[in-house]
């Protein structure tokens, strides 16, 4: 029996070369009985639409900078989205509750709810069953306390709509029990406003709920709308002096404080006032706590903005906060610390820097650049020459010469030892850790246009000394050369590789199109035939006779209908064609949202414009388009109605043949 037992437990360990494949959604917990991190489970979504899920283990030792892989016969089975607590007793231990899982072409989906404890010093996973546990669930939350392992909120997609949880439960650990925590309706807690995705972290009067999370509102009649949240409570055990207690209780508590029973009607949610500098809206955003500290890590994250017929513009961040969880709590930033410069004396004469002509003119001026170097309202990084000044300006300020001054040669300094060079690239849903003093970073997503990157980087960050980043493993993912971050921080970079091209293929944008979009040509063009060539502000207005006006009506119906076999018939159609056409019952707003990326391209080609101007240009190009097939779409609408069809049934008819939506962060935003 024992062999078999031994056999059926066995445990593989390997040393792997890095960090874990690409995944999202995994977790990264520090080791509470050694100098370890431990990263379990997440998930990859592959370019050909395959979802992959895994269940593997994996421990860094940052002193080897090394990572080891544990697989064993007896574990949880693939998932991502899932909660881990740590403990240290029995030589630590690591308890894993709910997630979720995919097959790999995404037709069979379910939530988790098993209860699962690994060994740290075996390396062997346990399943606990009880009768009483939680509700299966994603992205919830749990944290330790005391002897408890607390578990707050998440979701449950059934597929039909996302239903967020506000439930609270315990895990004793010494008596293997859970206890759902009930509330009176009279009672302040954070449970008004169901949500998953928040930061929840301990401290040795209670825990902290941070970021409020996220969750979807749903209004009869309109879309979801995604809220992220910003509320921060205090989750405590309300504690009486001992002379309130009966004499019996008290007894009791000074012979076994560990042993005695919690009383669920004492735990309290407090709610806690916003103090300090703290980050803005955002969801996605991680937090791990550095214990020795007892403060609150924040990095990143993502802030939606609803555009309108644009759709939605996302923002991210590599920020980074810290959250003091002691007294009310208060939040600061974190910055990295610049090295002190030794002073340099200059073997020759001190430089001249530029300086304004005496001329009473107020555009003529100087503008300051900050500390990474960017410049308001001047593009062009060029020093010029001038002698009228031998005083230079403060260290921390760069003076660049604006049109009307006079000039010197300034040698541009960039200095490689910039710490700000390091910090990772913007992102959201990072696996974050504090290890006694580091900070590591690993992974994350990152979205630009319509595209999604699931990163693979590992950096790690000294909090004592915020000198800079140190970058473990630099990322393999390659972000496309025309995909720009939604907070511009690349506007102003002047490359010139762009210059003089873009503009021959200016009439060329519907080239291999189908027999459809040359029909819509043809009938502008019949158009202008009817009037003239030439603009002309005297023009004569064209009065059809009832003929031409059905012959048009029966034109229009013959390419709707053609139009709508060609917009299902995905296998003969080109990708340009199929990104670049409107579908049937397909808004503006959805249309431009699946092909943003395609129009940025185009506008790119066009146009020296980056950031925002270039988002623009994209959105009036794919307006154009749309405008062009808007009679033909809504020639298809009158088809499909005469059907039968309700608006909702349309919408479902004209979507059959889009593929893959614009929204690429709905799935990760939960």
Known sequence: MRREWEEAHAVTEETVAGPPSRRANATLTACPSGNHLWCIGGEFFSEDGKAHFYNDVYRYSPEKDEWRRFTSPTCPGPRSAHAVAAIPASGGKLFLFGGEFSSLHQTTFHHYRDFWSFDISSHTWERIDTKVKPSARSGCRMAVWKHFIVLFGGFYDPGIRTNYLNDLWLFDTQEYTWQQVELRDTDRKPSQVPRSGFSFLPTADGIVLHVGGYCKEYIKGKRAVGIALQDTWFLKYVHFHSAQLLPHIRALTLLFPCRMTTDLKLIKWERRKKSGYAPSLRSGCTMALWQTRSVGVLFGGVFDEDKGEEGLESTFYNDLYAYQMSGNGRWSSLTLRKPKKTKQVPPQKKKQYALPHPVASPARHYTSMDEDGEQEGYEDDE?????????PPPASTRVVPVEGTSTIDVEDQIDPNDPSLTVPLVRYNAMLSVLRNTLYIYGGIFESHSREYTLDDFHALNLDKMDRYVCLKQSEVVIGADDESSDDEDDDDDDGDDDGEGDSEEDNEGDGEKIVNRHVADSDEEDDGAKTNESDDNQVPIVQTPEEIQRDKDELRKLATSFMGVSKDNGT??????????????????????????????????????????????????????????????????????????????????????????????????
């Open 383 to 391: 020093h010029l020459h001038s002698a009228h000044d031998s005083h």
């Open 573 to 670: 159609r080109s990708e340009e064609d199929a990104i670049s056409t409107p579908l049937p019952g397909e808004t503006l707003a959805l249309f431009y949202a699946r092909s943003r990326e395609y129009w940025a391209q185009k506008a790119l080609e066009k146009s020296d414009n980056r950031g925002k101007m270039l988002r623009r240009d994209g959105f009036s190009l794919a307006e154009e388009r749309y405008a062009s097939y808007k009679p033909i779409l809504e020639e298809v609408q009158k088809i499909l109605a005469e059907a039968g069809l309700d608006e909702d049934e349309m919408k479902r008819a004209g979507a059959a043949g889009s593929g893959k939506g614009g929204d690429v962060g709905n799935r990760n935003r939960r």
